[in-house]
Each structure stands twice: as C-alpha cells, then as structure tokens.
C-alpha cells in the first residue's frame, strides 16, 4: 500500500459525460501527478501540482482539468467524454516536486470505461 | 521535445538468466534517472534510481548504469525470478520539474 488512495476505483459512463477522479496523496506529500495509461500503452504524463499551484502540465486535453484543494487532496475532472478516454488514471505523490527529484507514490488507480 | 526510448518493448528470460533493458534521452540537462516497476493491476513503484553524478547503483539483484556522454542507462537484474515478471519503465528528470517517461518493458521470466 503507497498511502495514495483514488476513488473511484471503477467508473463506467458515456459519451459526452463529465466525470471526476479524486486523490488523496500521502501524509506529508505536497505534490500530485495525473497521468493516464491506456491498455497496454505507457504512462502519459498529465499534471501535476504542488501545494496548490500548477507546477508542470504535460499532455492534457483541454476537455481535462485538474486543481488540488487546501487539504492537498486533488482532482481531475475530464469532459465531453470520447470512447478514447477510456483508460486507467493514477495519480501519484511525492514530497517535493522540484528539479530534486523524489520518489513518486502510485495509487491503485481509477479505470475509466467509456461506452 | 524531450523524449525517452526505451527497448525492448517485451523481454522474455529464462528464470535465473539475466535481463537488460536500456533507455536513451535526448535532454542533456537530465540528472535524475529512475525505473519503475508495474505489477499487473497495480500502480508502478520505484525499484532503483540514479543521479547524474553516479555511474553505477546497485541494489541486491537491480543494478543500473548510466553513460553520460551517451546519454543512455540501462536496468540490470540478475537471476531473475518469477516475480521479476512485471512492466518496467524508466525515466528521465531535467530541471523543468517533469519526469519524462519510456514506453515500457514487458518482461516475461519463463519457468
């Protein structure tokens, strides 16, 4: 267990929804990472933010947003929903988030299904 | 844009063999190095990194390398186990606060 949670861990919708994923990084972790892995593809990077700011946004759709609340936890919420988007989402922490570097914390994940 | 190639795409081992997967960056301002491991149904996790200052890490039966001047590094695991089965993917850090990150490795340790 990394101490990342996500929720949902499943999610089935539609065409044209809007949908939104949450995170909860670990204790003490001031950033988080989006990224989406689609079936047997790497990892693309989507955003990450770092106590509450935009620090580095990588290949996100603008239908995709994301922002992190004063408790640190984080969100992103995706819209106008196409078939393409159906794909695990992780969201991952770290202690930093600077040109350091520090070991980034995976969640389990959330698989989004789009009909 | 910066990117990191990575090979192979699968890699099948005898169990007990050895495996060696190699990626190159493009970015020269890249210090930090590291591998992930994914295990189906799960998140990566980190097994091994390396900072630019460093040429060769070791840990039990991980060990990666870096050639700075190449600009490429390799993962390295020895007598491989059942449990090595996973995807591995690197990565490259420069100094604009993003990891870059390879396609992935499926190894297969065949019994």
């Known amino acids: 267990d990394s101490g990342v949670t996500q929720t949902p861990k499943h999610l089935i919708t539609a065409t044209g929804q809007r949908v939104t994923l949450r995170c909860s990084p670990r204790?003490?972790?001031?950033?988080v990472y989006w990224y989406q892995q689609s079936l047997d593809q790497g990892l693309q990077f989507l955003i990450q933010?770092?106590?509450?700011?935009?620090?580095a946004k990588g290949n996100i759709l603008e239908r995709f947003s994301a922002q992190q609340f004063p408790d640190l936890h984080s969100e992103l919420n995706l819209s106008s929903l196409e078939l393409g988007d159906s794909a695990l989402y992780f969201c991952?922490?770290?202690?930093?988030?600077?040109?350091?570097?520090?070991?980034?914390?995976f969640g389990p994940g959330t698989r989004l299904t789009v009909l | 844009g910066e990117n990191v190639e990575q090979h192979p795409s699968t890699l099948s081992v005898q169990e007990g063999d050895s495996a060696v997967i190699k990626c190159t960056y493009s970015?020269?301002?890249?210090?930090?190095f590291p591998w992930y491991k994914q295990e189906l149904g799960k998140g990566p996790q980190l097994i091994i990194d390396?900072?630019?200052n460093v040429g060769e890490k070791k840990d039990q039966r991980i060990a990666v390398t870096l050639n700075k001047t190449a600009k490429h590094f390799s993962l390295h695991i020895t007598e491989t186990q059942p449990e090595d089965s996973a995807v591995y993917f690197c990565a490259a850090g420069g100094s604009n606060y993003q990891l870059i990150w390879g396609a992935g490795t499926k190894l297969i340790i065949k019994p």
């Open positions: 204790s003490g972790d001031l950033s």
């Open positions: 390396i900072r630019s």
């Open positions: 991952a922490s770290s202690v930093e988030g600077g040109p350091s570097y520090n070991e980034q914390f």
């Open positions: 933010y770092y106590n509450g700011e935009e620090r």
């Open positions: 970015d020269s301002a890249s210090n930090y």
